[in-house]
C-alpha cells in the first residue's frame, strides 16, 4: 500500500512539474524585460509589469491580435533567454548596438536616449574631471554605456575606475552613499532618479545618442514585421503621445 | 560618522510631505508582493528538497551498498554536483541540456530540477553518514534471522539513518534556503527579484532589503523548528543522549 502511495506522489509531482508547461495552440509571445529600469519597465505597486515599455507593447498587441505576457528577467541573461527561446522579443529600453545587432534583430528606433553622469546634489564635479581625475565611475552591466566607456577610456586616455552594478539603481543608491563620483546611465531613468533621490544629471559625457528599439530572434521574421507595423501605428496615434506625457514627461 | 547616516535613522526618516516615513509606505505597499516572493521560494526550495531526499537516499544506499558501477556512478555524480556552483549549474542546464533535449521547462520547474539535483548530492552524504554509523553488526543479524538485504536495509538501516540525519539535514534545508535566491538569473520571481523590483521603482533599498532579509530569516527558523520538532517526535527512547545529564 505505501508502495502505491509513493507511486502516485511521485507522478503527481511529475505532473506538477510538466503540467505547468503552456499550451501550444495559443499564439502567445513573451516580452522579456528588465523591471529595474523606470520608467520604461518596472514593476507597479501591486506587482504587475508596468512602464512606457509595456503599455506600448500591449497596445501594439492588441492591434496586431496576438498575446502577450511581460516576463521580468535579469539583464545580463536577457540575450542568452532570446536566443534559447525562453523569451520572443524583448521590449525593455534596449539600444540598437551594431555588437547586439549581430545576435538578434531590432524593430524600428522608437525612442532617442542621451547618456549621462547622474551625480549627488552638492557635488562639485564636472563630467570632464570625472572621465580624467581618477574617479569612480559606476554603470550598469551589460549595457551599452558601460561597453562604451570601457572601449573609449584607453583612446582618450582617460583613467577613471569602472564599478559594475545589476542595476542603474543600485549605482544611483551607491552614489548617494558616496561610495562612487558619479553613475552613467540613460537620461529617462536619470530623471527618474532625481525625482526620488538627491542627485543631479552633471550632463552627457560624449556618447552618441542612441536609439531604442525592440529585439526579435534573428529568424523570427513574422513577429519582427508585427512589431515593426504595430509600432508604425502606435507613433501615429494619439496614444503615443499620451504614453510620453504619462512616462517621459519630466 | 554623523547621526543622519545612522541605518535605524535612515528607515525611519519622514519628510515634510506627510507624516509616515517614505520608506515604511513603501514597505507595506510592497509586502504583498514580497510575501509571494517567499511562497515561490518557499515552494522552490521544499520541491528541491524533496526531490533530494527521494534521489539522495538512493544514491547513499547505492553507495553504501551498491555494485561496483553503481558506487562510481554515484561518486562522479556528487564529485560533480558539489564541484560546480550552482549559478553555473543553473545556466548549463536551463540554457544547455534541457534546451538541447528540447525539453520545453519552465524556469521555476528548473530551478527545483537543478537545486533538487545538487542537494540530492549533498544529502546523499549525510544519509550515508547516518548508516555508516550504525554497527556493521545489525546487518548480520539480520542476515541470520534470514532477511533479504533489501528488507534489512528498507526496515533496520533506513529507519535509524534517516533518524540520524535530520539535523544535517536542517542543515541542508537553510543552505538550500538562501541558494534559491540564485534562481532569479532565470527570471523566476522569488524574494530576492522582487526586492531589487521594488527597491528599482521607489529607491528604498535598505529598508527593503532588511525586509527581505527577515522573510529569509522566517523561512529557515520554520523550517529547522519543524525539522527539531519532527526529530523529537521519531526519537526512539532509550536511543538518543537526551536528557542523559539531568
Not at chain 1, 152 to 180: C, H, Q, T
Not at chain 2, 35 to 57: E, S
Not at chain 2, 150 to 161: D, G, H, R, S
Not at chain 2, 218 to 236: A, C, D, F, N, S
Amino acid at each position: 500500500m505505501k508502495k502505491v502511495l509513493c507511486i502516485v506522489a511521485v507522478f503527481s509531482l511529475l505532473g506538477l512539474v510538466f503540467g505547468g508547461m503552456p499550451a501550444a495552440a495559443e499564439k502567445e509571445y513573451i516580452n522579456g524585460i528588465d523591471a529595474n529600469f523606470p520608467p520604461f519597465a518596472f514593476v507597479d505597486k501591486s506587482g504587475k509589469a508596468s512602464g512606457f515599455d509595456i503599455d506600448a507593447v500591449d497596445w501594439i498587441a492588441k492591434e496586431m491580435g496576438f498575446k502577450v505576457k511581460h516576463q521580468p528577467m535579469d539583464w545580463d541573461g536577457i540575450i542568452p533567454n532570446l536566443v534559447a527561446k525562453k523569451i520572443d522579443f524583448i521590449a525593455s529600453g534596449m539600444s540598437i548596438t551594431a555588437e547586439r545587432a549581430k545576435k538578434v534583430n531590432f524593430t524600428i528606433p522608437y525612442w532617442e536616449i542621451k547618456q549621462v553622469f547622474v551625480a549627488k546634489k552638492d557635488s562639485k564635479y564636472s563630467v570632464q574631471y570625472i572621465l580624467t581625475e581618477k574617479m569612480t565611475l559606476g554603470v550598469q552591466r551589460g549595457t551599452s554605456e558601460a561597453e562604451w566607456l570601457k572601449d573609449n577610456a584607453p583612446k582618450k586616455g582617460w583613467n577613471f575606475i569602472l564599478k559594475y552594478y545589476d542595476s542603474a539603481p543600485m549605482a544611483v543608491e551607491d552614489v548617494v552613499n558616496g561610495r562612487i563620483a558619479a553613475a552613467a546611465m540613460d537620461d529617462a531613468p536619470a530623471e527618474d532618479a532625481v525625482k526620488k533621490k538627491p542627485v543631479k544629471i552633471l550632463g552627457t559625457f560624449g556618447m552618441k545618442e542612441e536609439n531604442f528599439g525592440y529585439a526579435v530572434r534573428k529568424e523570427d521574421t513574422e513577429l519582427l514585421n508585427n512589431l515593426n507595423e504595430g509600432l508604425k501605428k502606435l507613433m501615429a496615434s494619439p496614444y503615443w503621445q499620451e504614453l510620453i506625457n504619462k512616462y517621459l514627461k519630466k | 560618522m554623523k547621526w543622519g547616516r545612522l541605518p535605524v535613522f535612515l528607515l525611519l526618516k519622514g519628510n515634510a510631505r506627510s507624516p509616515m516615513p517614505e520608506s515604511l509606505t513603501v514597505l507595506i505597499e510592497a509586502l504583498p508582493y514580497l510575501l509571494q516572493g517567499a511562497m515561490v521560494t518557499a515552494a522552490a526550495v521544499v520541491g528541491a528538497m524533496g526531490l533530494g531526499l527521494i534521489v539522495g537516499v538512493h544514491m547513499a544506499v547505492g553507495q553504501v551498498y551498491g555494485k561496483p558501477y553503481i558506487r562510481r556512478f554515484v561518486n562522479v555524480y556528487v564529485w560533480f554536483f558539489r564541484g560546480v556552483p550552482i549559478l553555473v549549474l543553473l545556466f548549463l542546464f536551463y540554457f544547455g541540456l534541457f534546451s538541447l533535449l528540447d525539453l520545453n521547462l519552465s524556469a521555476f520547474t528548473s530551478v527545483i530540477l537543478v537545486l533538487g539535483m545538487t542537494t540530492a548530492a549533498y544529502q546523499s552524504q549525510i544519509f550515508r553518514g547516518a548508516m555508516e554509523s550504525l554497527p556493521q553488526g545489525q546487518l548480520k543479524a539480520a542476515r541470520a534471522l534470514g532477511m533479504s538485504d533489501f528488507k534489512a536495509i528498507t526496515t533496520i538501516i533506513l529507519p535509524q539513518a534517516l533518524r540520524l540525519s535530520i539535523p544535517g539535514w536542517s542543515n541542508e534545508y537553510a543552505i538550500i534556503l538562501k541558494d534559491s535566491a540564485l534562481a532569479f538569473v532565470l527570471g523566476t520571481p522569488e524574494i530576492m527579484a522582487r526586492t531589487h523590483f521594488v527597491a528599482s521603482r521607489t529607491y528604498q533599498h535598505l529598508t527593503l532589503y532588511v525586509a527581505a532579509g527577515v522573510l529569509y530569516f522566517i523561512l529557515t527558523w520554520l523550517g529547522v523548528k519543524g525539522l527539531r520538532k519532527l526529530e523529537q517526535r521519531v526519537r526512539i527512547p532509550g536511543y538518543s543522549h537526551a536528557g542523559w545529564t539531568k
